[in-house]
Nanobody, 125 residues
Framework: QVQLVESGGGLVQAGGSLRLSCAAS????????MGWFRQAPGKEREFVAS????????YYADSVKGRFTISRDNAKNTVYLQMNSLIPEDTAFYYC??????????????????WGQGTQVTVSS
């Protein structure tokens, strides 16, 4: 079983940038497809981005495509989400997640087996 801890959230003005990190322990990160999700107040948790085990394939929600970049450093057991050109609509709790299965790289919550506790991102206008 893998434990996930997110960090890097905070308050930023619109147009600014943040980089989220997700540190894994307990199992090597390269065993998992990794994803980022977010949940805004009063809304359902939604997919943001995912990345294959070796980092060679990435997927993004349309709402963040061109602004966010997911990456991973398996040697450091860490996944990152670089967020640029932030807008108030990006305000949410951001969660990283790990998928132990093989096959399709998931873009829905039911693909993922392990979740972190999340980190708050607030974008002011």
């Amino acid at each position: 079983q893998v434990q996930l801890v997110e960090s890097g959230g905070g308050l930023v003005q619109a147009g600014g940038s943040l980089r989220l990190s997700c540190a894994a322990s307990g199992r090597t990160l390269s065993s998992y497809v990794m994803g980022w999700f977010r949940q805004a107040p009063g809304k359902e948790r939604e997919f943001v981005a995912s990345i294959s085990r070796n980092g060679g394939n990435t997927y993004y929600a349309d709402s963040v495509k061109g602004r966010f970049t997911i990456s991973r450093d398996n040697a450091k057991n860490t996944v990152y989400l670089q967020m640029n050109s932030l807008i108030p609509e990006d305000t949410a709790f951001y969660y990283c997640a790990a998928d132990r299965s093989f096959g399709v790289i998931g873009t829905t919550m039911d693909h993922y087996d392990y979740w972190g506790q999340g980190t708050q991102v607030t974008v002011s206008s």
